[in-house]
C-alpha cells in the first residue's frame, strides 16, 4: 500500500510537471483518469461499482472507502480480505472471471444507508496503473400505503411511508388543488424514516390525493381516495358498486391488487381480493360477484344480492401497484322493502284506530253490552253498581230451571 501510494502522488506530481501522460520510467504507464462515477442504490437490495481497467499480468485490486477502509482486495489470482472492514463481510464479491478481461468491478450486497460513500478503486498490474472513484448513494422507498379512517365523526386519509430515505417530497390535492397536510408523524432520526401524513377529509364528496416521491431514486407513488355517489336500497335488492381504474396505463406491466371490503369504525372485513401476478381471486361473502372477467381489466365493480338492512354501511375498493393506490369509497343505505313496510304500516294504523274507537266507545257509552268484556274500567264500575243484567239474567233463567 505504501508503496503503491507513493507511486500514485509521485507521478501525478512529475506528469503535471513534465507533461507526459502516457510512458513513464521504463514502461510502466499511469493514466490519471480520476472519472467518478455516481450510483445510485436503493437499502437491502444489491449494486455493482463499476471499474474497468487495461488488462496485463500480475493483477492487483484494492476496493476502499473513504480512501482508508478496506472493502475488498485481491490480488496473486485471489481475494484477499484478511484486512477488510467487518461491515462488509460476506457483502462483497469480484467478478472473478471477468477480472481478466479488465472489469474489477466490485458486488456489494444487502446495502445500508451506512454504506453511502465515497469508494476508491486502485487496479495495478505490471505495466499500468489506475484509480477510479465512484460515489454510491443509498435510498429507500417502500411502498406506501394509504389508509382510510373513521373515527367517531371523523374520517381521515393517511399516507404512510414504512421506510423511505432520502426524507420525500409529501403533496395533497384535494379536487386537484393543493392543500395542506393535517398531521405528519416522523419515526427514525438518520433514515430511513417511517412516516405518516394524514389529512381530515373535510368535504367528503371531494377526491382526495398525495403524491409522495423520492427525488433521490427518481420516484413517485400516488395515492388517491375518491366517494362514489351513495346508493339507497330496497331489502332483497341487489347492488353493483364501481371500482375503475380510469388511467388505466398505470396498471400495465405492473403487479396489482384488488381489494373490496365493507368499512366499520376502526375496522373493515374484507370481502374479496384479486392478486392480479396469480390471478388469483378470494371471495370471503358468498353474495358477491365481481362485474367483469379479471384478466386485463381495469374495471373491478362488483355486485352484492340480497341485500338486507344490516348491510348499509361504506364499502371500500382499493386497487394496489408498486406506483399507485386508489381508493373508492361507495355508501350504501337498504331500507325495508316497499311491500313490506306498507303492510306494517297498515296492520299498525288499523290497531291503532281500533283502539281508539274502543276507548272512545268506552269512556262515552259507559260500558255497553258490545264493548263489555273488553272494558274493564266500564264492568268494575258497573260491579261497583251492584247487579249485572246478564248476571241477573242467568240467575234468572237458573231459577226457572229449578
Ligand atoms: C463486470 O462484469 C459484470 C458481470 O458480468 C457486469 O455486470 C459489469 O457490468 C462489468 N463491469 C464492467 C465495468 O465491465
Ligand atoms: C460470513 O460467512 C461465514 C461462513 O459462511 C460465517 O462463518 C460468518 O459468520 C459470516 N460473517 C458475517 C458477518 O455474516
Ligand atoms: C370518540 O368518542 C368517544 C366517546 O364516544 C370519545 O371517548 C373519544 O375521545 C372520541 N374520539 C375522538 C378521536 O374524538
Ligand atoms: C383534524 O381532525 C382532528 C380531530 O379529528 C383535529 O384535532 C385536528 O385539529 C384537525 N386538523 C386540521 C388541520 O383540521
Ligand atoms: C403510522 O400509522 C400506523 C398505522 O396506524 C401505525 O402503526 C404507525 O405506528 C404510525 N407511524 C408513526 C410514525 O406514527
Ligand atoms: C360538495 O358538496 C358541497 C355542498 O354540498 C358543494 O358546495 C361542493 O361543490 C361539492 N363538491 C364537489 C366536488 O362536488
Ligand atoms: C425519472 O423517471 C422518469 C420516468 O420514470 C424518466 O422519464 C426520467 O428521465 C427520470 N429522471 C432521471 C433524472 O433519472
Ligand atoms: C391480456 O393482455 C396480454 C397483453 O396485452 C395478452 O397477451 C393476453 O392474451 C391477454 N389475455 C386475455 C385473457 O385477454
Given at each position: 500500500?505504501?508503496?503503491?501510494?507513493?507511486?500514485?502522488?509521485?507521478?501525478?506530481?512529475?506528469l503535471?510537471l513534465?507533461?507526459?501522460?502516457?510512458?513513464?520510467?521504463?514502461?510502466?504507464s499511469?493514466?490519471?483518469?480520476m472519472?467518478?462515477?455516481?450510483?445510485?442504490?436503493?437499502c437491502?437490495?444489491?449494486?455493482?461499482?463499476?471499474c474497468?481497467?487495461?488488462s496485463?499480468?500480475?493483477?492487483v485490486?484494492?476496493?476502499?472507502?473513504?480512501?482508508?477502509?478496506?472493502?475488498?482486495?485481491?490480488?496473486?489470482?485471489?481475494?484477499h480480505?484478511?484486512?477488510?472492514?467487518?461491515?462488509y463481510?460476506?457483502?462483497t464479491?469480484?467478478?472473478h472471471?471477468?477480472?481478466?478481461?479488465?472489469?474489477?468491478?466490485?458486488?456489494?450486497?444487502?446495502?445500508?444507508?451506512?454504506?453511502e460513500?465515497?469508494?476508491?478503486?486502485?487496479v495495478?498490474?505490471?505495466t499500468?496503473?489506475?484509480?477510479?472513484?465512484?460515489?454510491?448513494?443509498?435510498?429507500?422507498?417502500?411502498?406506501?400505503?394509504?389508509?382510510?379512517?373513521?373515527?367517531?365523526?371523523?374520517?381521515?386519509?393517511?399516507?404512510?411511508?414504512?421506510?423511505?430515505y432520502p426524507?420525500?417530497?409529501?403533496t395533497?390535492?384535494?379536487?386537484?388543488?393543493f392543500?395542506p397536510?393535517?398531521?405528519?408523524?416522523?419515526i427514525?432520526?438518520?433514515?430511513?424514516f417511517?412516516i405518516?401524513?394524514?389529512i381530515?377529509?373535510?368535504?367528503s364528496?371531494?377526491?382526495?390525493?398525495?403524491?409522495?416521491?423520492?427525488?433521490?431514486?427518481?420516484?413517485?407513488?400516488?395515492g388517491?381516495?375518491?366517494?362514489?355517489?351513495g346508493?339507497?336500497?330496497?331489502?332483497?335488492?341487489?347492488?353493483?358498486?364501481?371500482c375503475?381504474?380510469?388511467?388505466?396505463s398505470?396498471?400495465q406491466?405492473?403487479?396489482?391488487?384488488?381489494?373490496?371490503?365493507?368499512v366499520?369504525s376502526?375496522?373493515s372485513h374484507?370481502?374479496?381480493?384479486?392478486l392480479?401476478?396469480?390471478?388469483n381471486?378470494?371471495i370471503?361473502e358468498?353474495?358477491f360477484?365481481?362485474?367483469?372477467e379479471?384478466?386485463n381489466?381495469s374495471?373491478f365493480?362488483?355486485t352484492?344480492t340480497?341485500l338486507t338492512?344490516?348491510?348499509?354501511?361504506?364499502?371500500l375498493?382499493i386497487?394496489s401497484?408498486?406506483?399507485?393506490?386508489?381508493?373508492?369509497i361507495?355508501?350504501l343505505?337498504?331500507?325495508?322493502?316497499h311491500?313490506i313496510?306498507?303492510?306494517?304500516?297498515?296492520?299498525?294504523?288499523?290497531s291503532?284506530?281500533?283502539?281508539?274507537?274502543l276507548?272512545?266507545i268506552?269512556i262515552?257509552?259507559?260500558?255497553?253490552?258490545?264493548?263489555?268484556?273488553?272494558?274493564?274500567?266500564c264492568?268494575?264500575?258497573?260491579?261497583?253498581?251492584?247487579?249485572?243484567?246478564e248476571?241477573?239474567?242467568?240467575?234468572k233463567?237458573?231459577?226457572v230451571r229449578?
Amino acid at each position: 500500500m505504501k508503496v503503491w501510494a507513493v507511486l500514485f502522488f509521485c507521478p501525478t506530481l512529475l506528469l503535471s510537471l513534465s507533461g507526459f501522460q502516457d510512458t513513464f520510467f521504463s514502461g510502466f504507464s499511469y493514466s490519471s483518469i480520476m472519472n467518478e462515477k455516481i450510483v445510485i442504490g436503493r437499502c437491502d437490495e444489491d449494486i455493482i461499482l463499476p471499474c474497468s481497467f487495461e488488462s496485463g499480468p500480475e493483477i492487483v485490486i484494492h476496493w476502499n472507502i473513504k480512501d482508508k477502509n478496506n472493502v475488498h482486495s485481491y490480488y496473486k489470482g485471489t481475494d484477499h480480505l484478511e484486512t477488510q472492514d467487518p461491515r462488509y463481510a460476506n457483502r462483497t464479491s469480484l467478478f472473478h472471471s471477468e477480472i481478466h478481461n479488465g472489469n474489477a468491478s466490485l458486488s456489494v450486497s444487502r446495502l445500508s444507508l451506512l454504506d453511502e460513500g465515497i469508494y476508491t478503486c486502485y487496479v495495478g498490474t505490471t505495466t499500468k496503473y489506475i484509480t477510479n472513484k465512484v460515489v454510491l448513494k443509498v435510498g429507500a422507498f417502500h411502498t406506501p400505503v394509504m389508509m382510510y379512517e373513521k373515527r367517531n365523526t371523523s374520517s381521515f386519509l393517511v399516507c404512510s411511508m414504512p421506510s423511505v430515505y432520502p426524507r420525500p417530497h409529501i403533496t395533497w390535492k384535494r379536487d386537484n388543488t393543493f392543500v395542506p397536510e393535517s398531521k405528519t408523524e416522523e419515526i427514525g432520526y438518520l433514515g430511513p424514516f417511517h412516516i405518516n401524513s394524514t389529512i381530515n377529509i373535510t368535504e367528503s364528496n371531494s377526491s382526495y390525493e398525495c403524491a409522495i416521491e423520492n427525488s433521490l431514486l427518481n420516484q413517485t407513488w400516488i395515492g388517491r381516495w375518491t366517494l362514489a355517489d351513495g346508493f339507497y336500497k330496497m331489502q332483497s335488492e341487489q347492488i353493483s358498486l364501481s371500482c375503475q381504474v380510469i388511467i388505466s396505463s398505470l396498471l400495465q406491466n405492473q403487479d396489482f391488487s384488488v381489494t373490496w371490503s365493507r368499512v366499520e369504525s376502526q375496522t373493515s372485513h374484507d370481502l374479496a381480493w384479486y392478486l392480479s401476478s396469480s390471478q388469483n381471486t378470494i371471495i370471503n361473502e358468498p353474495r358477491f360477484s365481481w362485474n367483469k372477467e379479471l384478466v386485463n381489466q381495469s374495471d373491478f365493480s362488483m355486485t352484492l344480492t340480497d341485500l338486507t338492512p344490516s348491510d348499509s354501511g361504506e364499502y371500500l375498493c382499493i386497487v394496489s401497484s408498486s406506483k399507485y393506490t386508489l381508493l373508492t369509497i361507495h355508501r350504501l343505505h337498504v331500507g325495508l322493502r316497499h311491500g313490506i313496510a306498507l303492510w306494517i304500516i297498515i296492520v299498525s294504523t288499523v290497531s291503532i284506530l281500533l283502539l281508539l274507537i274502543l276507548s272512545i266507545i268506552c269512556i262515552s257509552q259507559r260500558c255497553s253490552n258490545v264493548s263489555r268484556g273488553i272494558c274493564c274500567i266500564c264492568h268494575d264500575e258497573r260491579l261497583g253498581n251492584g247487579a249485572n243484567p246478564e248476571e241477573n239474567l242467568t240467575l234468572k233463567t237458573s231459577a226457572v230451571r229449578k
